[in-house]
């Protein structure tokens, strides 16, 4: 990852997490390479499943004002996290690794408060040869990389959920080579912000 992250994914997540402000949410918070761009004044909980991640998290987070939760997104509805109640849901390359991806959106959704926004940066399948590439690896791959699926449809699991896309940046993954050539950054609201 450090190579990723000096090849422009740390540009990326630097624009990305600029934005946030209140009350902010990070699901997958792995062992905090977000952390550096979230401004000051924010409140944030981060949430990881991983235990060996959850240790290097817990260190990068020291003296600051971070909740962290053990647990994954599944595990949100026990954990007396409160629903709608993030001004800003985060993810960073996690949603490939989730086991249900539509159930994850349908999270996220509950956990947004009115006005909120779940903005993310994922990689995602890409139509084409890429495509096949990624479904003949997956399988392998996901075995190998802590159940990431290289041909996840981020964008048609949201046109089917409750959230709408309100702004698209699309990207060549650095470093990402036929497996994962791809990467979209963005935002998304509930559409219940928009439509009664």
């Known amino acids: 990852?450090?190579?990723?992250?000096?090849?422009?994914?740390?540009?990326?997540?630097?624009?990305?997490?600029?934005?946030?402000?209140?009350?902010?949410?990070e699901?997958?918070?792995?062992?905090?390479f977000n952390l550096p761009y979230y401004p000051e004044n924010v409140q944030l909980v981060a949430v990881e499943p991983n235990l060996d991640m959850l240790k290097i998290l817990r260190a990068r987070a020291a003296g600051r004002n971070i909740q962290i939760i053990?647990?994954?997104?599944?595990?949100?509805?026990?954990?007396?996290?409160?629903?709608?109640?993030?001004?800003?849901?985060?993810?960073t390359l996690v949603l490939c690794s989730v086991p249900d991806m539509?159930?994850?959106l349908q999270t996220i959704s509950t956990l947004l408060?009115?006005?909120?926004?779940?903005?993310?940066?994922e990689h995602v399948v890409t139509p084409g040869v890429y495509e096949r590439v990624q479904n003949l690896a997956t399988p392998l791959w996901k075995r190998m990389a802590g159940?990431?699926?290289?041909?996840?449809?981020?964008?048609g699991s949201l046109d089917h959920s409750q959230m709408v896309v309100t702004t698209l940046f699309r990207f060549n993954f650095p470093?990402?080579?036929?497996?994962?050539?791809?990467?979209?950054?963005?935002?998304?609201?509930?559409?219940?912000?928009?439509?009664?």
Not at 8 to 20: D, F, I, P, S
Not at 27 to 32: C, L, P, R
Request: glycine share 16%.
């Open 1 to 25: 990852m450090p190579l990723v992250e000096k090849a422009g994914l740390a540009k990326r997540r630097q624009e990305l997490l600029g934005q946030v402000s209140g009350r902010v949410l």
């Open 27 to 32: 699901i997958g918070a792995g062992t905090g």
């Open 70 to 91: 053990e647990g994954s997104i599944g595990d949100l509805s026990s954990s007396g996290i409160s629903l709608h109640s993030f001004d800003f849901v985060v993810t």
């Open 102 to 104: 539509d159930e994850a």
């Open 113 to 121: 408060a009115p006005g909120g926004k779940f903005i993310f940066i």
């Open 147 to 155: 159940g990431c699926h290289l041909n996840r449809d981020l964008l």
């Open 175 to 196: 470093l990402g080579g036929p497996l994962i050539p791809h990467g979209i950054m963005g935002t998304a609201r509930l559409k219940s912000d928009f439509f009664v």
